[in-house]
């Protein structure tokens, strides 16, 4: 949801940088695993501590709501995934082509 989205608005510098380098690294080619945990973004989020992100909860509901989503062959929406996250206002309204092949 997040990624293609993104447009360097974030937590921290550092969130950011590594947001984009995520963010080039797909859009050169690679390769993309939907996961239901803390993944290569979370590393560079302030919210993590420990391994365990402060907004755990919201962010399972978010991935498990873009995986299935992804699984029926349905593009995930902001507005049908996380229209709660505190970003929403800021990429609500970019939609996206939907690649079920990800």
């Known amino acids: 949801m997040c990624i293609p989205r993104f447009k360097g ?3 921290s510098e550092d969130f950011c940088a590594n947001m984009k380098n995520v963010q080039d690294y797909i859009n050169n080619g690679g390769e993309i695993n939907l996961v ?3 993944d ?3 590393a560079h989020c302030p919210n993590m501590a420990g391994g365990i992100c402060k907004n755990e909860e919201d962010v399972k509901n978010y991935d498990a709501l873009v995986k299935y989503a992804v699984e029926k062959g349905e593009n995930p ?3 049908n995934i996380c ?4 970003w929403y206002n800021i990429c ?3 939609n996206l082509q939907h690649n079920p092949s990800v």
């Open 9 to 11: 608005k974030g937590y």
């Open 36 to 38: 239901e945990h803390c």
């Open 40 to 42: 290569d973004i979370c």
């Open 77 to 79: 929406l902001p507005k």
């Open 83 to 86: 229209k709660d996250c505190q």
């Open 92 to 94: 609500k309204d970019i």
